[in-house]
């Protein structure tokens, strides 16, 4: 039978009140992970004091990583900024710890010399030759990965997807890491392209790029990952992943960033969640999960209305908060600690 969060909790207490171990995070001994980023390029010496699951927040994108010399021939240094090798390592060096790897394919964050503007001679064809080199080198680094972002934010919306694969877009909460000065890519014709069929785009691209995952990862869970999922483009994320579903693609999770839960009841909040779940057919990950909020209270509060549904239901596979020290995360009032470790009272509740 399966265990309440709270029965969980009580029963990692007891563990922890009799056994010796090397780390204790919140999650310890329950069914799914709560895992959480690196903090300002580094693993904390405190991260495994909290969080069972580490997703590096910038350092395993392929724009961190992948460049090519004076030729056009490509390297990889994936212990660079915010090193991707060392949250994989942290992952690996106890039992119970999950690492996320976030991510392959994203329209932001991109190398630069897939430009058009930057990289004047880049082509189609020498587009997909650095794909497919960058999946290979993962691998390769990499050939045990349990959970990876495969593609990030190609939702259509209209005019735009929801990253700069062809031209810039806002992103998140206004805050955008689309270079402006790109040109675009080529990143979705060398993928296949994007066929619309009846007005529905039928995201080939994205279907090229999980085959290509599931060739070189056949254990590893997939996901699809979006922000807005749970508030502006609900609908068009579902006919997207049920459309990628019903074409074959190997997807093994639809990821929810829920950057944007700030406020949301919870009644709204999980009768969100369950449509996304029931219409997609997909379990889901929660996958940047923060609330933006100065007052504590009104933070905590929400963590308290949304944290349990996620924790308890089978269907979620597990829970990355995006960040943890206040003054050190993407957006402002989105951590739950302060550097010198004084928890606000979201980090006291949780």
């Known amino acids: 039978m399966r265990k309440s969060f709270f029965a969980v909790s009580k029963a990692v207490v007891a563990v922890l009140a009799t056994t010796s171990i090397s780390f204790a995070a919140l999650a310890d001994g329950g069914a799914k992970f709560l895992g959480n980023i690196t903090t300002s390029s580094q693993v904390r010496s405190d991260m495994g004091t909290y969080w069972n699951q580490l997703t590096n927040e910038n350092g395993c994108k392929w724009g961190t990583i992948h460049s090519v010399d004076n030729s056009g021939k490509s390297k990889f240094n994936f212990n660079g900024f915010d090193s991707c090798e060392n949250g994989y390592k942290w992952a690996k060096a106890q039992p119970g710890r999950t690492f996320k790897f976030h991510a392959l394919i994203w329209g932001s964050q991109k190398p630069d010399f897939l430009c058009t503007k930057k990289n004047p001679g880049i082509t189609k064809e020498k587009t997909k030759q650095y794909i497919v080199e960058w999946f290979d080198a993962v691998a390769a680094k990499f050939p045990d990965l349990e959970y990876i972002d495969v593609v990030n934010e190609a939702i259509w919306d209209g005019n735009n997807y929801h990253s700069g694969y062809s031209k810039p877009a806002q992103g998140a909460e206004g805050i955008s890491t689309d270079d402006p000065d790109c040109g675009g890519t080529y990143i979705i014709p060398a993928l296949g392209g994007d066929e619309v ?5 039928q995201y080939n691209f994205v279907k090229t790029a999980f085959e290509m995952a599931r060739e070189r990862w056949p254990h590893a869970k997939l996901i699809y990952n979006d922000y807005n999922t749970l508030s502006w483009q609900m609908n068009e994320g579902i006919e997207m992943v049920k459309t990628l579903v019903a074409n074959g693609a190997p997807i093994d999770f639809y990821g929810q960033q829920s950057h ?26 929660i996958s940047e ?7 504590d209270q009104k933070q905590k509060n929400d963590y308290a209305n949304q944290i349990p549904f996620m924790w308890e239901t089978p269907w979620i596979g597990g829970i990355t908060i995006w960040g943890y020290i206040n003054g050190a995360t993407w957006a402002a009032n989105t951590g739950i600690m302060e550097s010198d470790g004084r928890k606000r009272a979201a980090m006291v509740w949780l």
């Not at 949301?264 to 999980?270: L, P, V, Y």
């Not at 999960?289 to 007052?295: Q, V």
């Open 289 to 295: 999960y923060d609330i933006g909020e100065a007052d």
């Open 197 to 201: 069929i009846g007005g529905k785009h």
């Open 260 to 285: 944007d839960c700030k406020g949301m009841s919870k009644s709204d909040f999980e009768s969100k969640l369950t449509r996304i779940h029931n219409e997609t057919g997909l379990p889901l990950l």
